[in-house]
């Protein structure tokens, strides 16, 4: 049965028996400890937990899954993917422990006419909590399954929670005995290869309190829930993998065809030198599973917005695409794999997931990108990495350290994993624990910096506090200025009673038209008033941030007065810069929409910055925007804009807005409830911004740059309206200028300026020439003025300056040529530039045979003119920072020669 078919009968089975099918949740999870979703309860926890109220009882659902910690198991064992899919049937207060059980035991055993799995009942062994007779009691007598075949199980294995206070309970699992040739008899407890676990049941029954102890299931029992729950889950894999027969997970349908490509492309045999057993398993299979797993859920990854990146969840996806990339090569191939593995990958994953045909060039485009991208990194950090493992060998260590395996993941991408290993492979350690305390401090002092902006002065368990006093209601989408209520003075230390003149702090009201910073818009600033009876103030706003959901914060600034909470007060806008800020948001919505037009749909926001009359724009793409193409967005966005568009906003479900085809961003956790604000029909997006009423008042867009801020991001900046128009009227007046003093009209000055140019590069380069053959010119002369000094040629002269060392060595050269050869000879010349002392100094072969030697006169020059020097016998040089020592230099080049000779004669 193929897994597609599993998924269809599961959703149907569970459909006919009173469950609302509930689609997947996309696999990035808004939950700043998790990055994925990992089960299938994940988009229900808020019904668990009873903050919410289901809008069903029953509920079935195959919710797409990545486990991380998984990773390491994939291949060695024969059932843990990274990514995998639980079909799971959830109850909110309706059927308990014996419903779960019997729809799961029916679903697993009626045949498969009658749309069951059609699994052997004598082959399951349900596991229970040890001391959950009801369970066994269920089991055993309702199901008929004999007594020696229900395990029961400590906490360990057969309890649930959530890590923290909240619904908790005991569970109950289906595991297949798949046969003696795969591991001993004895069930569960005995071999989990042979006997696979393929369902959990959880029965949601009791309250857990704190942890006791460091072990699973150590916390206190507050209770029972209010409302039992049942939580299940099927991994579709696993099922796939008992229908189909085959020996693991990754032999199944949706992955066997990545896995027999990668077999093809690296010559290998898969299974050729294994058995069943995973713990059999030859390196070579282990590696084409990892492969197989990792290219499928680098697919999924990408296909759910994910990019890969050096953090969070781009960072799992670049290490699982490396993975699979480096285990390649492992198996000696070299080419770029993802382009023969992916759209296989596609092929089996299409018929559950067709947006992973339809969407294929993004997805694929981003995972050849990141291939590319980590053949360069190889290239680029295996020289390194050789040359750091060679550096720690020469001082005679064994180990990395954690700053250079830091350097090579910071700078290089390299994956601390794969540093480990390629040092392995060269027989050396890396200081691991070195490496993860830099990653935490870098990504400690990232979220220091977030935080402090987030949440003010104060930390977020205050404002927690805070809102107990009730949320604080936006009301700046309708208005600009409004009478409220001072809820709550927020200082550096806490909640504090009041503040006076020259205080700084945050300020909360009850309903408030400024427009906290959020959504990539800055916030609004302006004035709030005071007046109680018996005292007033006036505060200025210099920033609004909500540091937790529902709380409205005013960092303000006491300009007179006093205020406390309780206050009546009055909150005007700055609405200049609102309305120039709102101008830009409704135009970074123009920019968007222009760009998928364009690009195409994979042109998708990465992130943006709304400010007063100006703009950022973040979004992927592969490549370079060419100037053509960003010159005709500019061009559209400004003669739509001028259609006057109507923007208007609204409230709608999520379901409406998918209708609608309003642009929603990936990974961005929106409510049931979504705003969405379209320009005419030209744009819609999910959008919790201010914007203008008529596009019309946005006025003009200029599109100033483009640039990359990392691998396949973009980055747009603009400015818009009156801004805009500044910043071109400003270039007018360059041009104009130019014009005047180049004496040519504004069209023709690219080319004036051209030839100009080129004049300018011919008339330096004729000077150059001039300049070298006046001075070589002076040769002769110098030669000809040649001193005696006891029977030596000697040549000391300074020579004019602007001479660089090469000219003045071709010429000393050049002298030294003029002088007889019969003859011992010297040539010290010296040249002064800005502010500099060149000198070189050549011997003939006559001198150095009377052992006078070049290098030696420079030294013997040096000192005067605050220098140094040195060379060969036949030429030396030197410089130093005092011209006026020159004439002083020169005379000890006479003594030098004259004590030389006279001492050798
Ligand atoms: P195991 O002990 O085998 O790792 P688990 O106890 O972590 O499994 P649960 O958290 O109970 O699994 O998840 C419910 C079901 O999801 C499991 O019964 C199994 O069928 C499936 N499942 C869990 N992890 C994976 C995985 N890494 N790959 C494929 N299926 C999985
Ligand atoms: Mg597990």
Redesign the pocket.
């Known amino acids: 049965m193929r897994s597609a078919e599993i998924k269809r009968r599961f959703l149907a089975y569970f459909e006919a028996n009173g469950h609302t099918v509930v689609p997947s949740l996309p696999l990035p999870f808004d939950d700043p400890n998790l990055l994925f979703v990992?089960?299938g309860m994940a988009q229900f926890v808020p019904y668990f937990t009873g903050q919410q109220t289901p809008p069903f009882k029953r509920a079935t659902s195959v919710q797409k899954?990545i486990?991380t910690p998984?990773i390491e198991?994939v291949g060695k064992t024969t059932?843990?993917?990274?990514f995998?899919q639980?079909n799971g049937n959830f109850s909110f207060g309706d059927y308990l422990k014996e419903g779960a059980i019997r729809f799961a035991w029916e679903l697993s055993t009626a045949s498969q006419d009658e749309g069951g799995f059609g699994l052997d009942g004598d082959r399951i062994w349900p596991t229970v909590y040890i001391d959950d007779d009801e369970a066994v009691d269920i089991w055993h007598r309702l199901i008929g399954v004999p007594l020696e075949r229900i395990v029961r199980r400590g906490k360990a294995d057969n309890t649930w929670d959530m890590g923290i206070p909240g619904p908790a309970g005991p569970?109950s699992?289906l595991f297949y005995d798949r046969g003696p040739e795969y591991g001993p008899e004895g069930g569960p407890a005995v071999d989990?290869d042979r006997y696979t676990?393929?369902?959990?049941l959880v029965f949601m029954e009791y309250e857990r309190g704190k942890s006791t102890g460091p072990h699973k299931g150590d916390y206190e029992i507050l209770g029972e829930l209010p409302q039992k729950n049942i939580d299940t889950?099927?991994?579709?894999?696993?099922?796939a993998t008992i229908l189909q027969g085959v020996d693991n997970?990754y032999e199944i349908d949706e992955t066997r065809p990545i896995l027999d490509r990668a077999a093809g492309l690296t010559g290998r045999t898969y299974g050729a030198k294994s058995g069943h057993a995973a713990s059999q398993s030859h390196p070579d299979d282990v590696r084409l599973r990892v492969i197989a797993d990792h290219v499928r859920s680098g697919l999924m990854l990408i296909s759910d917005g994910v990019v890969p990146s050096n953090e969070g969840r781009g960072y799992v996806l670049r290490r699982i695409l490396r993975r699979a990339i480096r285990a390649m090569r492992l198996l000696g191939y070299e080419d770029p794999a993802l382009p023969e593995l992916l759209p296989v990958a596609r092929d089996c994953m299409a018929p559950s997931y067709p947006e992973v045909a339809t969407d294929f060039t993004r997805i694929s485009t981003y995972a050849y990108a990141e291939e590319e991208a980590f053949r360069h990194t190889l290239r680029a950090g295996t020289t390194i990495l050789d040359s750091a493992v060679a550096d720690a060998k020469k001082a005679g260590g064994t180990r990395l350290s954690g700053e250079k395996a830091f350097q090579l993941h910071d700078t290089y991408g390299f994956p601390i994993e794969l540093t480990l290993e390629m040092a392995a492979d060269q027989g050396i350690s890396v200081d691991e624990e070195g490496f993860r305390r830099l990653m935490r401090e870098q990504q400690q002092r990232a979220k220091d910096d977030a935080r402090a902006k987030k949440t003010g002065l104060a930390d977020t368990s205050v404002w927690r506090s805070v809102l107990e006093n009730g949320e604080s209601e936006f009301t700046g989408y309708q208005e600009v200025i409004r009478e409220s209520k001072v809820t709550a003075l927020v200082g550096a230390g806490g909640v504090v009673g009041a503040a006076g003149e020259g205080d700084e702090v945050d300020l909360v009201l009850d309903a408030t038209p400024f427009y906290a910073e959020g959504g990539g818009q800055e916030p609004d600033f302006g004035r709030i008033t005071i007046s109680a009876p018996g005292h007033d103030a006036e505060l200025e706003v210099v920033d609004v941030q909500s540091p937790v959901p529902g709380v409205i914060a005013h960092k303000v600034k006491v300009l007179r007065g006093e205020v406390r909470p309780g206050d009546p007060a009055l909150a005007l806008v700055d609405v200049g810069r609102r309305a120039s800020v709102s101008r830009s948001h409704t135009a970074t919505h123009m920019l968007h929409a222009a760009l998928r037009r364009t690009l195409g749909d994979t042109a998708a926001q990465a992130g943006s910055l709304n400010a007063p009359g100006r703009l950022r724009f973040d979004f992927h793409n592969p490549s370079a925007v060419p100037p053509s193409v960003l010159a005709d967005v500019e061009d559209e966005i400004n003669e739509v804009l001028l259609h006057d568009l109507e923007v208007r906003a609204f409230i709608t479900n999520q379901e409406e807005a998918k209708r609608l085809g309003a642009i929603a961003m990936f990974g961005e956790k929106y409510g049931e409830q979504v705003r969405i604000v379209e320009v005419g029909d030209y744009s819609r997006e999910l959008c919790g911004g201010t914007h203008v009423a008529r596009s019309a008042v946005i006025g003009m867009v200029k599109l100033l740059s483009e640039s990359s801020i990392g691998s396949g991001v973009r980055r747009v900046e603009a400015l818009v309206g009156l801004d805009a128009f500044r910043y071109l009227a400003r270039e007018h007046v360059l041009v104009q200028q130019l014009a005047g003093d180049l004496r040519a009209p504004a069209e023709q000055l690219p080319e004036r300026i051209a030839v100009t140019l080129d004049r300018l590069r011919a008339a330096e380069k004729e000077l150059d020439r001039l300049r070298a053959e006046s001075v070589l010119a002076g040769a002769g002369a110098l030669a000809a003025a040649a001193t005696d000094v006891g029977g030596v040629a000697v040549v000391a002269a300074e020579v004019p300056g602007g001479l660089g060392g090469g000219e003045l060595r071709s010429l000393v050269l050049d002298v030294r040529g003029r002088l007889s050869p019969d003859r011992a000879g010297v040539v010290a010349l010296a040249s002064r530039a800005d502010g500099k002392v060149n000198f070189v100094v050549a011997t003939n072969e006559a001198a150095r045979l009377q052992r006078l030697s070049a290098g030696e006169v420079v030294r013997a020059m040096a000192p005067p003119v605050g220098g140094r020097g040195g060379g060969k016998d036949d030429v030396a040089q030197g410089g130093g920072t005092e011209p006026d020592g020159i004439a002083q230099a020169l005379v000890l080049v006479e003594q030098a020669v004259g004590q030389r000779v006279s001492g050798s004669a």
Do not use: I, K, Q
């Not at 059932?79 to 990274?82: C, I, P, V």
């Open positions: 990992v089960a899954c486990r998984d198991e059932r843990h993917a990274t995998f639980m569970c699992e989990e676990e393929y369902w959990n889950g099927m991994g579709l894999e696993r099922m997970l």
